[in-house]
T-cell receptor
Framework: DVKVTQSSRYLVKRTGEKVFLECVQDMDHENMFWYRQDPGLGLRLIYFSYDVKMKEKGDIPEGYSVSREKKERFSLILESASTNQTSMYLC???????????FGSGTRLTVV | EDKVVQSPLSLVVHEGDTVTLNCSYEVTNFRSLLWYKQEKKAPTFLFMLTSSGIEKKSGRLSSILDKKELFSILNITATQTGDSAVYLCAVEPGGTYKYIFGTGTRLKVLA
């Protein structure tokens, strides 16, 4: 069964901490995405990557960075966590030239 | 600016009712529209629509796209409590492989 795995379901961090959210896919997909989901705002794209070591900003990249050193792994980094980054974070992947995503189960991050 | 608008934002019905969820969009060079169902975890894929007028069906769910009027609807007939979820609509501007999502419609089906 093909899968996108996010390492943590729930995470609580303190303001100012550096936070790493990990996403791994086993489908050999080229494209990977990070979204955050907030009530009333839907899913908003933070960063995406079309290939190893490539990254592009989405609609709300401020306060975030990403890393893609290997094809199967796409990491989202909060350099200095703030309370307004409390959210559900969803990772997704898709194959090159194909439409549609496979989503991970999400990480609910709370910054206190 | 590309955008996707879903309505209603939330809906409460009783088992057996039929519901219609709406998704309207404005995007550059539309390529595809997706519907997802999200319960407590990952959104799960329902339908992909690329052409107008072709109804996609899966059991009690169906969906259709109107590229002239820029909207899609998702119909659920004979609703069950297991249909309770957030339904997400997402649209792809041409050739980007990244999707713009609506805010979702939260459906609650009462027994």
């Amino acid at each position: 069964d093909v899968k996108v795995t996010q390492s943590s379901r729930y995470l609580v961090k303190r303001t100012g901490e550096k936070v790493f959210l990990e996403c791994v896919q086993d489908m050999d997909h080229e494209n990977m995405f990070w979204y955050r989901q907030d009530p009333g705002l839907g899913l908003r794209l933070i960063y995406f990557s079309y290939d190893v070591k490539m990254k592009e900003k989405g609609d709300i990249p401020e306060g975030y960075s990403v890393s893609r050193e290997k094809k199967e792994r796409f990491s989202l980094i909060l350099e200095s966590a703030s309370t307004n980054q409390t959210s559900m974070y969803l990772c997704a992947s898709s194959p090159l030239g194909r439409v549609g995503y496979t989503f991970g189960s999400g990480t609910r991050l709370t910054v206190v | 600016e590309d955008k996707v608008v879903q309505s209603p934002l939330s809906l409460v019905v009783h088992e057996g009712d039929t519901v219609t969820l709406n998704c309207s969009y404005e995007v550059t060079n539309f390529r595809s529209l997706l519907w997802y169902k999200q319960e407590k975890k990952a959104p799960t894929f329902l339908f992909m629509l690329t052409s107008s007028g072709i109804e996609k069906k899966s059991g009690r769910l169906s969906s259709i796209l109107d590229k002239k009027e820029l909207f899609s609807i998702l119909n659920i007939t004979a609703t069950q409590t297991g249909d309770s979820a957030v339904y997400l609509c997402a649209v792809e501007p041409g050739g980007t492989y990244k999707y713009i999502f609506g805010t979702g419609t939260r459906l609650k089906v009462l027994a």
